[in-house]
């Protein structure tokens, strides 16, 4: 059974950084990736990583960071200078097809959900 597990999230000042983690078990991947979703809205893309590559919404570029550990069998995501804005709950994404143009990641397993908050 495919499990994702993560954490890191937390409340931080408008600014500040977070470093999310995601445990993977129950099966190897070869691309993962990172959704977010704030209240009342969609579920988002953030960043993905797959084929030697690595992908991020034009929102957080150039402030998030999506690396992994393939022996390990975790994914992380770096997020600097953080915006209210980029208050949501963020999922970790395993498994599935990352479309480049336009930036589609669709994945097959889930992670229960981490809540990041930024205040101002």
């Known amino acids: 059974q495919v499990q994702l597990a993560e954490s890191g999230g937390g409340t931080v000042q408008a600014g500040g950084s977070l470093r999310l983690s995601c445990a993977a078990s129950?099966?190897?991947?070869?691309?993962h990736g990172w959704f977010r979703q704030a209240p009342g809205k969609e579920r988002e893309l953030a960043a993905a990583i797959g084929g030697g590559s690595t992908y991020y919404a034009d929102d957080v570029k150039g402030r998030f960071t999506i690396s992994r550990d393939n022996a390990k069998n975790a994914v992380w995501l770096q997020m600097n200078s953080l915006k209210p804005e980029d208050t949501a709950v963020y999922y970790c994404a395993a498994g599935g097809v990352i479309f480049r143009t336009p930036l589609r990641y669709e994945n097959d397993y889930w992670g229960q959900g981490t809540q990041v908050t930024v205040s101002s």
């Open positions: 129950g099966g190897t991947f070869s691309r």
